[in-house]
């Protein structure tokens, strides 16, 4: 190929699976990505929403999915997804949810409704295991299906490394894989079956079509665009949230300070509380031995009273004694003088 086309690149995905006359490939993959999951294979399909390469030049935000409908009704929708996001998941079921309801007219009634099949690849991992197929249902914790109409398939692409090529769809993934790196005039075994080398032919118009190849150009610079955007959105939020974790590390720091300072200033209030009560306590004894004390003067101030008062009733005693004494004598001296 005069340049290398990666077949992930929406425009050209829809080259491939979306055009008319590229339907039976879309029916090839339908059936290879379906396999049991279908009650019986497809055998042809109308293309909804036809690949027109006039919307991918004028248009970057044609709509890119590819939406058909087979013989008997089933609707098919059939997306590539670069990039993945947390929201993703909603989208899948949403999108399947919108495709399934616009079915019914006014009038018609819920009977008419027929099964509708999701198919995406995916570029980016969702699940954190090694199955590169995931296939969705409505069903209760025993396995019994509510209904047969929902299906949401997902094939993870970096996740396929199958060494061998055995079968259809693994002929897929590894055409989506690695078909920009193949040289279109010596192709691998595994790309030697009429569907793969169909695929290749339209890989090689937009390698040989300058419009086409313009319209590729355009959808890797949109591509380019806004992944770049979704990474500068991704680092401008990885640093705020950096910023916010440090604000919050240094807020849990202060309230950790905060909260020993408070214990402490407790602890601190406590030990003045019980020095306060010492000291009340204290100066209560204090004021106790005082009294104490006065008492005891008091006590002493009134036995030495009472010494003095004693003393002097001896005195008056002894003079008392001292004067009758006297008085006696003088008695004995007036009798002896009779």
Not at 223 to 243: G, M, P, S, V, W
């Amino acid at each position: 190929m005069k340049h290398p086309i990666d077949p992930k690149v929406d425009c050209v995905f829809k080259a491939i699976l979306g055009s008319p006359e590229n339907s039976n490939l879309l029916v090839n993959f339908i059936n290879a990505a379906l396999g049991e999951h279908l009650a019986y294979p497809v055998k042809s399909v109308e293309i909804l929403n036809p690949y027109n390469e006039r919307e991918f030049i004028n248009d970057k935000l044609s709509i890119v999915d590819i939406k058909a409908q087979d013989t008997e009704e089933r609707l098919f929708q059939i997306e590539i997804q670069l990039a993945s996001y947390p929201s993703l998941p909603a989208r899948m079921l949403y999108n399947w949810a919108d495709i399934y309801s616009q079915q019914l007219k006014s009038g018609e009634n819920y009977g008419e409704l027929k099964a509708c099949y999701a198919i995406w690849l995916l570029n980016d991992n969702i699940h954190q295991d090694d199955e590169y197929l995931h296939h969705y249902q409505l069903r209760d914790d025993q396995g019994y299906a509510l209904s047969e109409h929902c299906h949401i398939t997902l094939l993870e692409l970096k996740k396929f490394h199958h060494q061998t090529i055995t079968n259809n769809l693994s002929r897929w993934l590894q055409f989506f894989n690695e078909a920009e790196a193949l040289d279109d005039t010596a192709l691998p075994q595994w790309m030697q079956t009429k569907e793969m080398q169909q695929a290749m032919n339209t890989l090689s118009r937009f390698s040989e079509k300058d419009r086409a190849y313009f319209a590729y150009q355009a959808r890797q610079e949109y591509i380019r665009e806004q992944n770049t955007i979704k990474f500068e959105r991704e680092q401008e939020l990885l640093a705020k949230q950096k910023i916010i974790d440090s604000l919050a590390d240094e807020a849990e720091k202060i309230i950790q300070e905060t909260a020993v300072a408070q214990q402490e200033a407790i602890a601190a209030q406590q030990k003045t509380a019980i020095a306060q009560q010492e000291t009340i306590q204290a100066q209560q004894e204090a004021e106790q031995a005082h009294q104490e004390t006065a008492q005891a003067q008091q006590e002493a101030a009134q036995a030495q009273q009472e010494v003095i008062q004693a003393q002097q009733a001896k005195d008056a005693a002894l003079t008392e004694i001292t004067k009758l004494k006297a008085l006696l004598a003088n008695q004995n001296k007036n009798n002896d003088d009779y």
